[in-house]
T-cell receptor
Framework: NAGVMQNPRHLVRRRGQEARLRCSPM?????VYWYRQLPEEGLKFMVY????????ESGMPKERFSAEFPKEGPSILRIQQVVRGDSAAYFC????????????FGPGTRLTVL | SQQGEEDPQALSIQEGENATMNCSYK?????LQWYRQNSGRGLVHLIL?????REKHSGRLRVTLDTSKKSSSLLITASRAADTASYFC?????????????FGKGTKLTVNP
């Protein structure tokens, strides 16, 4: 986990509000993956980004969810008009373009929708 | 869908015993990885085994891979209370031009002191 930062660690939102989750990769890592984890489940892939590009968003719901990884700053996973079913832990995994088969994970953001 | 499935779902042992967890998957892979997750925390990468490897060791960890059976096992020897965690296998493969990790549901290991 060394170096991958996620914030906030805990986020509480009411139904209909927006949630913004941030992921700062390890130094030198330019690939970011977002995952969602429900209780007692494994991580489910959502989206894969490189700097300024979405490479694969096949695991992300088409509506209300969006992700970006700008040239400067952290990657952001944005959930609009949250619903109770969005409550989960969201993790990002990052990797270097030199070593693309080992991901390092952040501590996660636990989203609770009231 | 491509997914690693671990068994058992839960495992409880005494300190000093060995713990074995198994993982099965469905299609061809580039490699298979094992991760540990302590309760409420992020994932820690334990070990990676490539599709052309059969066995790998790292400290008290031993991983095997049988591509003909599409299965892997993780053995933790001489377990400690600190090994209590959930363990996930993840298969790394290429789909639709991008590479991705697909996780199983995990094995919850409890090591009793």
């Amino acid at each position: 986990n060394a170096g991958v930062m996620q914030n906030p660690r805990h986020l509480v939102r009411r139904r209909g509000q927006e949630a913004r989750l941030r992921c700062s990769p390890m130094k030198g890592h330019s690939h970011v993956y977002w995952y969602r984890q429900l209780p007692e489940e494994g991580l489910k892939f959502m989206v894969y980004l490189q700097k300024e590009n979405i490479i694969d968003e096949s695991g992300m719901p088409k509506e209300r969810f969006s992700a970006e990884f700008p040239k400067e700053g952290p990657s952001i996973l944005r959930i609009q008009q949250v619903v109770r079913g969005d409550s989960a832990a969201y993790f990002c995994g990052t990797e270097s373009f030199r070593s693309t088969d080992t991901q390092y994970f952040g501590p996660g953001t636990r989203l609770t929708v009231l | 869908s491509q997914q690693g499935e671990e068994d058992p779902q839960a495992l409880s042992i005494q300190e000093g015993e060995n713990a074995t967890m198994n993982c099965s998957y469905k299609t061809s892979i580039n490699n298979l990885q094992w991760y540990r997750q302590n309760s409420g925390r992020g994932l820690v990468h334990l070990i990676l085994i490539r599709s052309n490897e059969r066995e790998k060791h790292s400290g008290r960890l031993r991983v095997t891979l049988d591509t003909s059976k599409k299965s892997s096992s993780l053995l933790i020897t001489a377990s400690r209370a600190a090994d209590t965690a959930s363990y996930f296998c993840a298969t790394y493969f290429t789909q639709g031009g991008s590479e991705k990790l697909v996780f199983g549901k995990g094995t919850k290991l409890t090591v009793n002191p």
